[in-house]
């Protein structure tokens, strides 16, 4: 059996922990530069506002229903995120984080694994002051469905089990096909040409020719909508993450010379996303100096979202270039730098949002990627721009910063 617990809202339910008085107030979270919006509270998304609308198109809008705006604090998330897992990491045996804000659980039948989750919900709720939906399944894709159902449905109390065909069946019914965990924007069409048009429909259809038409994707899909688990790993992608990151043989202290070696990394780094089929929508970039010159010590990293998943090496420099901007201290002897590409996607399961309703694979990265493969040297040049990330409505960092701890009176 599968448990999947998923935080509710998750960046925005963050903001509210520690700001209580934003409770019942539309929320929104905007991603960095202040772009778009990439988390909203309930009241915010039943307001209207869209995922991946861009800030200056809802801002008025924003302004007239009273809602709070927030950068994104991706140093509080993240501090949360880890202990949401650990809590879970305490009472289970077998934890596997999916993303930020989802992790499975696997589990031995037998035991009433609803009491557990309601009783670990509860838990979080106390402990982290963030609400969580729990699914529960035989499998994976059940068990998604499953928890986007408690999550959506007050009358389930946030948990919802799913342990025989009588408990699913009705489900896959209601679910649209392209609401199954899996399908993306490349096999939504087909399988609507092919006349699929609900989840029962693709439980229904023979598991071969599932096969034939899309593949063992389809075909493990078809099983995992009957109660027969094929995914035995986590399945979001062949690795969370693409990271790139080396020991220096000589320290650097010079921002334009640790510039250029992130660059590179950039691009091996994507280099090897793409090669995988994958695209990332999240960058961190470490640095810190060697742990043996006690007198200079120094290490930081940081992280940013791109409100996006992609492919393309230029959006990763960028961000990247900025993130080392962010953390450099200049006059360090620093020996070691790198590069992370996270919340990885297959690219067939990438689906196109308000703000980026193309996400094809970038054609300027396969000619770049090919030229490469035949041995010419191509780079990007560096373009990274200088000035600060816009972040005009950052949140404290109540968990990280001693200077941010909130006071009690």
Not at 60 to 68: G, I, P, S, T
Not at 179 to 190: E, F, Q, S, T
Not at 199 to 207: E, H, L, N
Not at 375 to 404: I, L, M
């Amino acid at each position: 059996m599968y448990l999947l617990f998923d935080c509710n809202n998750f960046f925005a339910s963050c903001e509210q922990v520690f700001r209580p008085d934003w409770r019942r107030r539309p929320l929104v979270v905007l991603s960095n530069n202040d772009g778009c919006v990439i988390s909203r509270s309930a009241e915010a998304k039943a307001a209207g506002i869209a995922m991946g609308e861009p800030y200056f198109k809802c801002k008025d809008r924003l302004e007239r229903m009273n809602a709070v705006v927030c950068s994104a604090n991706f140093a509080l998330y993240s501090d949360l995120s880890d202990r949401f897992i650990s809590i879970l990491e305490q009472e289970l045996p077998e934890v596997q984080q999916y993303s930020i804000d989802e992790a499975f659980a696997v589990v031995e039948p037998g035991v009433d694994w609803k009491a557990v989750a309601r009783r670990l919900r509860s838990k979080i709720r106390r402990w982290t002051g963030i609400t969580v939906s729990v699914g529960i399944a035989p499998t994976r894709t059940l068990c998604k469905l499953a928890n986007e159902t408690a999550k959506h449905h007050p009358q389930t109390q946030g948990v919802l089990a799913l342990n025989t065909p009588e408990d699913w069946e009705p489900l896959l019914q209601q679910t649209p096909v392209g609401d199954i965990w899996g399908v993306g924007r490349r096999l939504l069409p087909r399988m609507h040409a092919l006349g699929i048009r609900t989840a029962a429909g693709v439980a229904a259809a023979d598991k071969g020719w599932l096969r034939k038409q899309f593949g063992v994707h389809g075909e493990r899909m078809g099983l995992e909508l009957n109660g027969i688990p094929c995914i035995d790993e986590e399945p979001a992608a062949p690795r969370s993450q693409v990271m790139v990151s080396r020991s220096l043989k000589e320290a650097v202290t010079e921002l334009p010379k640790l510039r250029e070696i992130l660059c590179l990394f950039v691009e091996k780094a994507g280099r090897i996303l793409r090669q995988e089929g994958m695209m990332a929508s999240g960058v961190h970039v470490v640095l810190r100096t060697s742990r043996y010159e006690e007198t200079q010590l120094y290490a930081n990293s940081a992280s940013l979202a791109l409100g996006m998943h992609t492919d393309d090496n230029r959006e990763f420099a960028t961000a990247a270039c900025r993130l080392l901007e962010e953390i450099y201290r200049p006059g360090y002897p620093y020996r070691k730098i790198g590069v992370l590409l996270t919340e990885l996607l297959p690219q067939e399961c990438v689906q196109p949002t308000f703000e980026h309703p193309d996400t094809a694979p970038s054609a300027l990265m396969d000619v770049l990627d090919k030229l490469q493969k035949a041995g010419h040297n191509v780079h990007f040049a560096n373009r990274a721009a200088n000035t600060p990330w816009k972040r005009e409505f950052t949140s404290p960092c109540y968990t990280t910063c001693w200077d941010d701890i909130p006071e009690a009176h």
